[in-house]
């Protein structure tokens, strides 16, 4: 049983690689300090960031698939600037396929988790109401349920 989002293995693997990215774009060029070099920071943590708050808001399913939601574009994004890090020159390919690599996997620890919402999500009187789909009849009916 997990207790906090620290124990979580898609938050550790979140952190080791924005630990790594910050560590490797020390060595990008001086002139990209302030695009290349803070998006990329920025987006890698942002992915922990996301599963912290996804944590804290686990009462309320939509607000909890949300964060999740989140992180997920978060660790896209930061693919993307590993992709243009590595086209400039300043990643190895490499090392920019290692990380590529933990990115589809944090990608697919997210959505498993947005998958399986149910396990992750504190039962409440306060929760959101069950999720229909959009072809269920009893979504438009006028009775409450």
């Not at 890090?85 to 498993?112: F, M, P, R």
Request: charged residues 30%.
């Amino acid at each position: 049983m997990v207790n906090n989002y620290r124990e979580l293995r898609v938050y550790q693997n979140g952190l080791n690689a924005a630990l790594e990215i910050f560590l490797l774009s020390k060595k990008f060029p001086p002139e990209e300090k302030f695009s290349l070099t803070d998006q990329i920071r920025r987006s890698s943590r942002s992915v922990c960031a996301n599963l912290g708050e996804a944590w804290r808001k686990r009462r309320y399913r939509a607000a909890f698939i949300a964060k999740l939601n989140d992180a997920e574009g978060e660790a896209n994004e930061t693919r993307v600037w590993l992709e243009i890090a590595t086209q400039c020159g300043y990643l190895s390919k490499e090392t920019a396929l290692e990380l590529d690599t933990l990115y589809d996997h944090i990608l697919s620890q997210l959505v498993l988790m947005i998958k399986d919402w149910q396990r992750w999500v504190v039962t409440s009187s306060y929760s959101d109401p069950p999720i229909t789909h959009p072809s269920d009849p009893s979504r438009y009916s006028s009775e409450k349920r």
